[in-house]
């Protein structure tokens, strides 16, 4: 069975600086690959995917993350974190389908002025 | 085009009582999953469909059940709640199984 591990349970960076958020799965085939970020109250929302090809993916709100299939990993960057940025972070892997996910266990990202 | 709806947003049961959540996927989008969220488990896997079929089921009791209309409007049902059973319980649509899922915003469950 697939797994996704996010080493970090919780980030502090301050406003301005650049920000890496690292996930990890065990999966024996290419998976289907996503970050999504969660506000308190909210749903989530989809910020990535990776599916196939080109392993370094852009998304919305300036993020971007690379899939390097060596490291088993699928780490989340953003160059410069703006305050509303705060929020918990969840990778989340699927198995041969994208509608059936296994998500890690989500990073706090807390955002300095 | 109109996000995922979950209906209703905040519901507080008793133990014992059973409870139906609904949701009304994005326009044209065929695939309904639904997750449990919770502080100790985080997200998991409920179940999901496509075209009024379960395709997938996680690893839930019985009690948890559901199902999915002609018009792909899901619904899903807990029978006999627990205490174990208060949750943040999300339900996301896709075009089809190979597409990317977008969530609505969840239905907040209290068992008291």
């Known amino acids: 069975a697939q797994s996704v591990t996010q080493p970090d349970i919780h980030i502090t960076v301050s406003e301005g600086a650049s920000l890496e958020l690292r996930c990890n799965y065990s999966?024996?085939?290419?998976?289907?690959l996503f970050w999504y970020v969660q506000s308190p109250g909210q749903g989530l929302q989809l910020l990535l995917k990776y599916f196939s090809g080109d392993t370094l993916v852009q998304g919305i709100k300036g993020f971007e993350a690379e899939f390097k299939r060596s490291q088993s990993s699928f780490n989340l960057r953003k160059p410069s974190v703006h305050w509303s940025d705060a929020a918990e972070y969840f990778c989340?892997?699927?198995?041969?389908?994208?509608?059936?996910?296994?998500f890690g266990t989500g990073t706090r990202l807390q955002v300095t002025l | 085009k109109a996000g995922v709806t979950q209906t209703p947003r905040y519901l507080i049961k008793t133990r014992g009582q059973q409870v139906t959540l609904s949701c009304s996927p994005i326009?044209?989008?065929?695939?309904v999953s639904w997750y449990q969220q919770t502080p100790g488990q985080g997200l998991q896997f409920l179940f999901e469909?496509?075209?009024?079929?379960?395709?997938n089921k996680g690893n839930f009791p019985g009690r948890f059940s559901g199902r999915q209309f002609s018009n792909s409007r899901s619904e899903m049902n807990v029978s006999t709640l627990e205490l174990g059973d208060s949750a943040l319980y999300l339900c996301?649509?896709?075009?089809?199984?190979?597409?990317?899922?977008?969530f609505g915003p969840g239905t907040r469950l209290t068992v008291t």
């Open positions: 326009s044209g989008h065929r695939s």
């Open positions: 469909y496509f075209s009024e079929t379960q395709r």
């Open positions: 996301a649509s896709s075009l089809r199984w190979e597409y990317e899922q977008y």
């Open positions: 989340a892997v699927g198995a041969g389908t994208a509608s059936k996910l296994t």
């Open positions: 999966y024996g085939a290419t998976p289907y």
